[in-house]
T-cell receptor, first 114, second 112 residues
Framework: SAVISQKPSRDICQRGTSLTIQCQVDSQVTMMFWYRQQPGQSLTLIATANQGSEATYESGFVIDKFPISRPNLTFSTLTVSNMSPEDSSIYLC???????????FGSGTRLTVV | RKEVEQDPGPFNVPEGATVAFNCTYSNSASQSFFWYRQDCRKEPKLLMSVYSSGNEDGRFTAQLNRASQYISLLIRDSKLSDSATYLCVVNRSPGGGNKLTFGTGTQLKVEL
């Protein structure tokens, strides 16, 4: 399965600022996924990032708040913009191993907004 | 109704016990199913895929009942190291965008 390097692993940010999270995969993948896991909750899909096209966002998530870049088949970034304390969460990237196979996750970015 | 529902637990069991988790899903078009394990403050990791015929991996057995739309995970001879949150995960059909939907997880605590 793919190996994903995600950074930063954690950050504490001031409200109103932005944070960019990076994920690097050790192999080329068509789709990368970005998730959020709020405290005590399960994972919620934010968006799907395809190389060469705009990301597809899930209901409740918008590009202005969570812009995503996918410049090539091994790399993606998620930016959390104009942060508020409600954005405090763990953000994870993921790649799939094929429809019937499991997905691999990055180690996550633990974000605290103060 | 949530797309994927699990009993949050916690399930507190003694070492060596057998424990079973169930999960139900609402989208009948779902095609693939997984159990993930998430340790505290860590990312989820794939435990096993779930196949229609049922499948076993060591002490772990997963089963799928498409008619009733539920998935189960059985853990035999529980170890202390099995303590974690177990996430039931469903993948919609390819036409649905190949997206994972996660249950909220069932917490397992294995005790001496």
């Amino acid at each position: 399965s793919a190996v994903i390097s995600q950074k930063p692993s954690r950050d504490i940010c001031q409200r109103g600022t932005s944070l960019t999270i990076q994920c690097q995969v050790d192999s080329q993948v068509t789709m990368m996924f970005w998730y959020r896991q709020q405290p005590g909750q399960s994972l919620t899909l934010i968006a799907t990032a395809n190389q060469g096209s705009e990301a597809t966002y899930e209901s409740g998530f918008v590009i202005d708040k969570f812009p995503i870049s996918r410049p090539n088949l091994t790399f993606s970034t998620l930016t959390v913009s104009n942060m508020s304390p409600e954005d405090s969460s763990i953000y994870l990237c993921s790649v799939g191993g094929g429809f019937d196979y499991g997905y691999t996750f990055g180690s996550g970015t633990r974000l605290t907004v103060v | 109704r949530k797309e994927v529902e699990q009993d949050p637990g916690p399930f507190n069991v003694p070492e060596g016990a057998t424990v079973a988790f169930n999960c139900t899903y609402s989208n009948s078009a779902s095609q693939s199913f997984f159990w993930y394990r998430q340790d505290c403050r860590k990312e989820p990791k794939l435990l096993m895929s779930v196949y229609s015929s049922g499948n076993e991996d060591g002490r772990f057995t997963a089963q799928l009942n498409r008619a009733s739309q539920y998935i189960s995970l059985l853990i035999r001879d529980s170890k202390l190291s099995d303590s974690a949150t177990y996430l039931c995960v469903v993948n919609r059909s390819p036409g649905g965008g190949n997206k994972l939907t996660f249950g909220t997880g069932t917490q397992l605590k294995v005790e001496l």
